[in-house]
Nanobody, 118 residues
Framework: QVQLVESGGGLVQAGGSLRLSCAAS????????MGWYRRAPGKQRELVAT???????KYGDSVKGRFTISGDNAKNTVYLQMNSLKPEDTAVYYC????????????WGQGTQVTVSS
């Protein structure tokens, strides 16, 4: 079993910054990709950012240039540095990990609330 534990959410004013962390633990053999998705009230879940192989990154269009994803392979942890936050960034942020070798599995964290006030 794999557990993803998120931290770092909270309330911030527009223009401010937050840093999210997600640590993976348990039966981890090979982490392929880790990343963040978010779901705002009344909207579908959307990609925020992912990191593959500890180096290759992908960002959602709405966060490019403002958010940075990074990883610490030794700690099985991924970070999301969020700068220049906007009220429209308000959402529950979910950590995701794709783990496995021949057979891969998707794992999700419990979610952490990020609220940006105007």
């Amino acid at each position: 079993q794999v557990q993803l534990v998120e931290s770092g959410g909270g309330l911030v004013q527009a223009g401010g910054s937050l840093r999210l962390s997600c640590a993976a633990s348990g039966s981890i053999f090979s982490i392929i990709t880790m990343g963040w998705y978010r779901r705002a009230p009344g909207k579908q879940r959307e990609l925020v950012a992912t990191i593959t192989g500890g180096a290759s990154t992908k960002y959602g269009d709405s966060v490019k240039g403002r958010f940075t994803i990074s990883g610490d392979n030794a700690k099985n942890t991924v970070y999301l540095q969020m700068n220049s936050l906007k009220p429209e960034d308000t959402a529950v942020y979910y950590c995701n990990a794709v783990i496995g070798t021949i057979v891969t599995m998707d794992y999700w964290g419990q979610g952490t609330q990020v609220t940006v006030s105007s």
